[in-house]
């Protein structure tokens, strides 16, 4: 099946799922662009916006395990709204607040959310996917259209600033925008998404939690692929929640061209998401990893040098940027897949923990190298850690895939001899 007739084919709570995803993408977009420069006009540091990221990093982690556990007891869906509900309710206090205390506050209660969010939200798309063939095309599109809007609220992030500069800062008036649009999401995501049952029921989840073994969550398959995510978290947080830091001091733009730069990155970043199945389909899961794992090291190398154009800067910084989005897209879809249904919660809480660990230490040291002005050693570091993501890969996470692409194999032959039978 084509990847159009597959889009045709999405359920509509798939398709409700991925049209709210516009409102997450814009509320999340504004104040990722506005939240770093909100915090330095209130003469916040880079080393302090650092700790402060690794804090959220490490409560995102904490939360992950029983987040797992509340959605089995209460349902993907309540505790996907929950987490987009808290959210918003950060985001809004980082626009009230004035003092560290403050923005510690908000930063817990936002990462909570984010690890609410992401430890159900796969689970919960997948469910509603329904078949294997369509999760990947779900997934796909559902980063898409997050980036492709998360963009355009980057783009609105330069202007409404210079629309409504009140308050404390120019920007807070920003951050609250940022945070009734993601209320609104999960407003609507409330109302439009349907309660599906687990993989189990709650009586179902009561014997779970009471009898399952330890053993069955963490087993050797689940504990090599969270090492792998750890990596994974590393290398997402040395540059991404920095990029506008970086890009403001690296080129010395006003914010409204670095709203422009990261809308254009953020279009790159869509596309990106949207050729993953394509990638994956053409050249095969392994070797996708290959080609997509060699991309990434060279832009991330070439932009560790300090001597190289702005012009030349921009172009790579955009071109890593969507190659590491769509490394960062296979990581998760793929790793997901392999993964039984039964242990799905679980693993999202345990990735979730070692991803969050990777990150807090990643947010640190590049708040710590960013407070010494130094805006190349971010990409040295991250090329050196992909660097080691893909031998981890090599030695141990392709002989997973390499089962799973076999058993699917096997599974789909067994179906044609059966159709065949028959007839």
Known sequence: MSFIAQI??????????????????????????????HLLALNISPEQIGVLNSVGTLVMGAAAIPAGF??????????????ITLIGIGYGLFGLGESMGIFYLAQIIQFIGISFLITTEIQLLFS???????????YSLLFAVFTLFSGMGTLLGGFIPNWLPFGNTKYQ?????????????????????PCLNNSFDKGKSKLLLSNIRISQVFDKKIIL?????????????????FQNVIVKFRMGWSDEYISYFLTVNGLILFFASMVMPWVINKFGTIKAFYYVYWMN???????????????????IFLLRSGCFTLLNNMIESQTMSVIEEEKRDFFAGEKSLLRSIGSAIASYLAGYILENKNYTYPFLITFIILLASLLYFVVFIKPIFVEKLNNDKFSFEEEIQKDAEGM
């Open 225 to 241: 692929i969270t090492f792998y995510l750890f990596l994974a978290g590393m290398a997402f947080s040395m540059i991404v929640p």
């Open 8 to 37: 045709r084919f999405l359920p509509k709570e798939v398709k409700r799922f991925i049209a709210t995803e516009a409102l997450l993408g814009i509320g999340m977009g504004i104040f990722g662009l506005v939240l770093n420069l």
């Open 173 to 193: 008036w920003a951050v609250y925008i940022s945070a009734i649009f993601i209320l609104l999401a999960a407003l609507l995501r409330g109302i439009l998404l």
């Open 70 to 83: 509340f959605a089995n007891y209460i349902g993907r869906k309540r505790v996907f709204i929950s987490g």
């Open 297 to 315: 090291l060279f832009f991330a190398l070439i932009l560790s040098f300090n001597d190289i154009s702005v012009m030349m800067f921009s172009t």
């Open 128 to 138: 509603y996917a329904k078949i294997n063939e369509l999760e990947t095309v779900s």
